[in-house]
């Protein structure tokens, strides 16, 4: 085996997740900021389609814990790519264009928490969502700061939390 070519998504940490490949086009995500780009493979050397970085809060980047990594994006039949952001957030993306489409906090329904989550209580979001049919599960980091776990499903074309589970308390 040989590489037959390489991309580099200019950020220098950890990189946890997996490529995502959908017909032709190779989707790839970096640690912080989360930036997506979306890779032709049907041309030599996979040139960028189009690359989107959003808008997040360096203020985030000393709370997160074990690296600023993220581990993935899951793509919906419709034509949607969602990732989760280190602040809080799902972003859903249009797979052909990286137009953003939708943005959503995360929400903390516990009775003595705040109505989203707030990334400087240690509530982050590293993890890869899933794709069931319409919803998009996301879920929160954070247990090394004593955030209590959670996930919750999002409504897939248009980002409204349908519900959120909460795990159980020590």
């Known amino acids: 085996l040989k590489a037959s070519w390489t991309m580099s998504t200019g950020v220098l940490r950890g990189h946890e997740g997996n490529a995502l490949v959908v017909g032709s086009v190779m ?34 980047i000393p709370i997160a814990c074990c690296d600023l990594v993220n581990r993935g994006v899951a793509y919906h039949p419709s034509g949607k790519l ?12 249009d797979a052909r264009t990286g137009k953003q ?12 928490g705040p109505e989203a989550t707030d990334y400087k209580s240690g509530a982050t979001m590293t993890n890869a969502p899933i794709v069931i049919k319409d919803i998009v ?34």
């Open 101 to 112: 489409l939708w943005r959503s906090r995360h929400p903390d329904r516990s009775p003595s």
């Open 27 to 60: 989707y790839i995500h970096s640690a912080f900021p989360n930036i997506v780009f979306a890779l032709d493979l049907t041309k030599p050397g996979a040139p960028m389609l189009w690359k989107h970085v959003p808008d997040q809060p360096a203020d985030a």
């Open 82 to 93: 969602y990732i989760q952001l280190l602040a809080g957030e799902l972003l859903a993306l």
């Open 137 to 170: 599960i996301a879920g929160i980091s954070g247990g090394e700061f004593g955030v209590r776990g959670r996930v919750s499903a999002f409504d897939a074309n248009t980002g409204v939390v349908r519900w959120t589970a909460h795990g159980r308390g020590a």
